[in-house]
């Protein structure tokens, strides 16, 4: 991964955006989450208070209900109690009796069973003993009140059950004095066989803590006055359990005047530990979410960078003029777009850079082509006029000649002479034209389906008394009906040259042989005249004009010169293969045409 690609980068910025988030929600809950958790609780409880105070307020006497419905709620005990330290009715099976200092508690429903010396066994009530008597402590294992331990109690008996006035342990005496008239009272004596409490061992030590917080309370606030009806909050640590402990109070005005207020103690988690264990977690959660931000930050930056990095890699062939690429759209993103626009800008591009390419090479080729035109105006200038040049020197001479009066005899032969040159002059001018017609790159073929076959034989009609006149003997190898696609009166002038050029420098009485025969889709034609062969260094020479071999080849043969240049003009606009080489007999022209249809270009 390159320090300066995109994909480094991305990996880069994200791996620190996601280690600083989770640094800082490290640092935020190791520093501020105490402070939070706090808040929040004080909160939670504060609207929960309210919520209890309205509805007390509102029907009174569903007191026992609803602290039943805040126990079960928020796991905490709540107290309504009277600000002129009256005892008020309690549920969840307590009730709190403020005495002088301090303020004490009991358990509804706290009895015990007893074993009495005359073995019969007797239940010892202890909720009316407590709320009438006035003690120190009601801590049962403090009195003495213990499984196994001797007791003596004094009280009323019924039915088996005893509500005791005065009770002596080896701990302590215990009396309710004075005693009511007219009531009878027995002495017990036994050992106890049984402490019986109503409520479960969990909720004992969750209350036993409650009443300490009271009782805390009370002690540093044992004048108790509200000048408003604000919540009073306040911190308790427990020594016993050694945990810390959040008080609400909370006055309930009437007529102005606080009667009654609300007190309830929430006990705080114990954060510091958590937070503590936290901190360890931490360390090794660390290690785990940095491992997981380098994968999520490499995969993502990979899935972010793909399309930019194909977008770079189809741009840098645009820029090199290859748009042969196109981008795949995979999304209706911002990316998708760019890569709908960079696909759209590429063919564009590609449409208009092959626009131009085309007119600038049709521009080239037309300058070819003028440069061309102009070669072969002065070409045909340069060469007519010196291929002119001999026969209107003849013409000349034997024109002055018939000026000057010469004889009869004489006058027509120099005439004969002038309208021989006059010809060879008319066939030369033809012959340029044609050929300047041929290379000028603007003459189109007029194609047709015919047979060579009749063709060859047309030509070779035609010149029947030429070959006559020579005696020559024409070998025909000719297959029957060898269909062609040809400009027909092309090819008709270059069998013809082919044929003339063969008869001309044939010797007397030789022969000359002409093939023509199907290939596959070629149709070949070859003609072999018997006579001098061509110089090997000068064989390619013999298709440029004016070209002759002056050994064998020259003007009192006849000719132009131009006959065989035209023949490969017009050979190449049909695409054909064609050629001359020396045989044993002498020299063999030829050519292969298409046997199927195609189209001609210029």
Same mark, same amino acid.
């Given at each position: 991964m390159r320090r300066n690609s995109i994909v480094f980068k991305l990996f880069i910025v994200t791996t620190l955006f996601f280690s600083i988030f989770v640094g800082l929600i490290v640092f935020s809950q190791t520093l501020f989450f105490d402070t939070f958790y706090m808040k929040k609780k004080e909160n939670g409880i504060a609207n929960e208070v309210e919520l209890f105070r309205k509805k007390f307020v509102d029907n009174p006497s569903v007191l026992d209900q609803l602290t039943n419905e805040y126990y079960e709620k928020n796991n905490a005990f709540i107290s309504v109690l009277n600000v002129d330290k009256q005892s008020y009715s309690e549920g969840m099976g307590f009730t709190i009796v403020e005495v002088p200092d301090p303020p004490v508690i009991f358990e509804n429903g706290l009895q015990f069973s007893m074993l009495s010396e005359e073995g019969e066994l007797l239940t010892v009530s202890l909720t009316e003993f407590f709320l009438n008597g006035e003690f120190d402590t009601i801590n049962l294992g403090t009195l003495g009140i213990i499984e196994g331990k001797y007791i003596e109690v004094m009280g009323t008996r019924d039915d088996g059950k005893v509500t005791p006035v005065y009770i002596r342990t080896s701990n302590a005496e215990l009396n309710t004095y004075p005693l009511k008239r007219n009531v009878k009272h027995e002495i017990i004596r036994g050992k106890i066989n049984k402490i019986d409490i109503n409520i479960g061992e969990e909720t004992k030590f969750k209350w036993d803590l409650y009443m300490r917080a009271f009782q805390q309370y009370r002690k540093d606030n044992y004048s108790l006055t509200f000048p408003t009806d604000e919540t009073v909050l306040m911190s308790y640590y427990d020594k016993n359990t050694g945990t810390d402990n959040l008080i609400l109070v909370q006055? $309930?005005?009437? &007529?102005n005047h606080a009667e009654k207020y609300i007190f309830t103690m929430h006990s705080l988690q114990p954060v510091n530990e958590a937070i503590d264990v936290m901190k360890d977690y931490y360390i090794y959660a660390a290690f785990v979410f940095l491992i997981l931000i380098f994968i999520l930050s490499m995969y993502y930056s990979r899935i972010i960078s793909k399309p930019l990095i194909k977008i770079n890699k189809v741009a840098t062939k645009m820029s090199n003029l290859n748009f042969t690429e196109e981008l795949e759209i995979k999304s209706e993103d911002e990316i998708g777009n760019l890569s709908k626009s960079i696909n759209k800008l590429s063919s564009k591009l590609h449409e208009t850079i092959t626009n131009l390419q085309t007119a600038n090479q049709k521009l080239q080729e037309d300058i070819e082509r003028e440069r061309r035109l102009e070669k072969m105006r002065k070409e045909f200038v340069s060469g007519i006029s010196h291929e002119l040049k001999t026969p209107l020197s003849i013409i000349q001479s034997y024109a002055e000649g018939i000026k000057d009066g010469v004889s009869v005899d004489k006058s027509d032969y120099y005439t004969e002479i002038i309208i021989k040159e006059s010809n060879k002059m008319n066939e030369l001018i033809s012959d340029m034209l044609e050929l300047s017609r041929l290379e000028s790159g603007f003459y189109h073929l007029n194609i047709e389906k015919f047979s060579i076959s009749d063709l060859v034989n047309e030509v070779q009609t035609k010149l029947q008394l &030429?070959? !006559?006149? *020579? !005696?020559? *003997?024409? #070998? &025909? @190898?000719?297959q029957i009906d060898c269909i062609v696609y040809a400009d027909r009166k092309k090819m008709e002038l270059v069998i013809l040259n082919f044929y003339s &050029?063969?008869?001309?420098?044939?010797? @007397?009485d030789k022969e000359i042989h002409i093939q023509v025969k199907k290939v596959k889709d070629q149709i070949l034609f070859s003609i072999e005249n018997q006579g001098a062969s061509l110089p090997d260094d000068e064989i390619d020479k013999i298709w440029d004009r004016f070209y002759r071999v002056e050994s064998s080849r020259n #003007?009192?043969?006849?000719?132009t010169g131009l006959g065989?240049? $035209?023949v490969k003009n017009i050979l190449e606009l049909h695409h054909a293969q064609y050629g001359v080489q020396n045989t044993e007999k002498g020299v063999c022209f030829y050519f292969s045409l298409n046997g199927k249809e195609f189209t001609s270009s210029p």
């Open positions: 006055p $309930i005005f009437e &007529n &030429n070959i !006559n006149e *020579k !005696n020559l *003997k024409i #070998k &025909n @190898d000719i &050029n063969a008869i001309r420098y044939t010797p @007397d #003007k009192e043969t006849g000719g065989l240049s $035209i």
